[in-house]
């Protein structure tokens, strides 16, 4: 019998893998790679092309453009390695993704995060002995599916952390801090998130050395920071030997620039842990879409002396964590449905259920108990039908962006701004795209390129000028995180045509819902 239910439980939990297959693909990984990940998968296509001996991110219009004035991604996304322009985003990432894109190409990508997904999954089954259901009902239940969709670091750096806790719950203090350091790989949350465990536990053994009760050396607390400690220094001594810098180039993308006013941050606070309106978009806080982690954290903090050392170091060092990091974050997450920078937040969270979990099902004769502990499963769930509900939307209307764009068989395209850009797909590699802002640098631009790629076609592209609005403008250049957004005014949609047929001879304006969109070619026009 209980090979039977073994072969169940490994059937079901496989189903459960095969399920986030069937989703990744079903919302259209093709066009999956917009913002951050579409640089993420032109770094993992540097590695995979040099054999790993180069970074140099590719630029397929660097004939027309050797200087890189027209580069079309936002500067927080790339820096300078001696002559060579890179990614500022951590490169194991992109090593370890590359067998995927060499199987798969860009559309691969994102399958990726089934790496992540399964270690995060198997140890819950494996070492905390999680039930089937409650890996199907809190893997739906928080917003990792979500993450899960696009090509990045978030599924992989969530399990590394539950990792980190499953050894300090075991008592394995120097795993675990081992484990806290391979965070820091992937994102710097993990540096806070490692700190804000590192101080729960002192707290929870009675701050050691001076606990005569517990012998330094055999402190998790003393443990977990020489692990985390060893893995820091290399870290450290990587990129410092790398690219001449501590925390590596993506630390100084962040927050190398100007800070953000107190306010904001706040305001971002809200955001982050309950809900917030900002930019006209509504922001679903980490606590608004996990009641649970709310409710399960209270009830146990409320308790603190009651629990074990053990878990008592897990829940302050997410309480710890959850109101740090809102305040150190260098942006609100944009678009995401939950917020990735409190994303470590999600395996302790995972770990309070799990204790409630098996506490409730041991109890008989609390009804309503149950029924509001359900009720509270409820919420996250119906936020991630929607969620990705809303992500199947926003794909579909990417597929027929990208169609209209790659139907136009133009072999240069010229972006006003890099969020229409994101919008060509899996041609970046094959066209040469390039991004001019500014209405007075089109002439020259567009002399060099009719000269270097005569008697090929161009396309030139922004959002419709009606659309964007005196007030959007001012709104964008206030605001301190969005520089890959507009900040420029429009192109003159009446200057464009002019400026295109004095080097092509043949000039169509194509007509669009939300684009401007015009086409030079030297031969005769063709339709569209």
Known sequence: ?????????????????????????????????????????????????????????????????????????????????????????????????????????????????????????????????????????????????????????????????????????????????????????????????????????????GFPPFNKKIKLNKSQTFRFGIGFALILIVFVLFNYFRYSSLLGPRYHANYGDTGVHLTDKIQWAIGFLFLNKIDETIRIGFFTYMPFALIGLGILIFNIRKISIRRRTIVLGAVFFLFTIPFLAPNYGFWEWGPRYLSAGIPPVILVLLWFWNDLSRKKNILLQKSFFWAVLAIPLVMTFIGLNFLNQTRKQLLKTYTLFHELKAETFVFHDFSVMYFIGNDYLSKKVLCAPKEDSLSGLLETISQKEKGRRIALIQIKEELITPEKLEKTRKSPVFDIMLKTEPWKSKNISSKISEYYPNVQRIDSPFFDIWVGDFEAPSKF
């Open 1 to 205: 019998m209980k090979s039977i239910f073994r072969k169940r439980n490994l059937i079901g939990f496989l189903s459960l893998l095969l399920l986030c297959v069937v989703l990744i693909k079903s919302l259209k990984p093709e066009v999956s790679l917009t913002y951050d990940s579409r640089t993420k998968s032109l770094q993992t296509h540097a590695l995979a092309y040099s054999g790993f001996r180069s970074e140099t991110l590719p630029y397929p219009a660097k004939s027309v453009d050797p200087k890189e004035t027209f580069l079309p991604m936002p500067a927080n996304n790339y820096t300078k390695l001696g002559e060579s322009t890179i990614s500022v985003f951590p490169i194991l990432l992109a090593a370890l993704a590359t067998p995927f894109y060499y199987f798969a190409g860009n559309q691969g990508l994102p399958y990726f995060n089934l790496l992540g997904v399964f270690i995060f999954l198997w140890i819950l089954r494996k070492f905390w002995k999680a039930s089937n259901s409650f890996i199907t009902i809190t893997f739906f239940g928080s917003y990792l599916p979500i993450l899960m969709m696009e090509f990045a670091e978030h599924t992989l750096f969530v399990a590394i952390l539950l990792a980190s806790l499953t050894f300090l719950y075991k008592r394995a203090g120097l795993y675990a801090g081992i484990f806290a350091g391979l965070s820091i790989w992937f994102r710097h949350e993990g540096i806070v998130f490692a700190g804000c465990i590192l101080f729960a536990s002192w707290i929870a053994e």
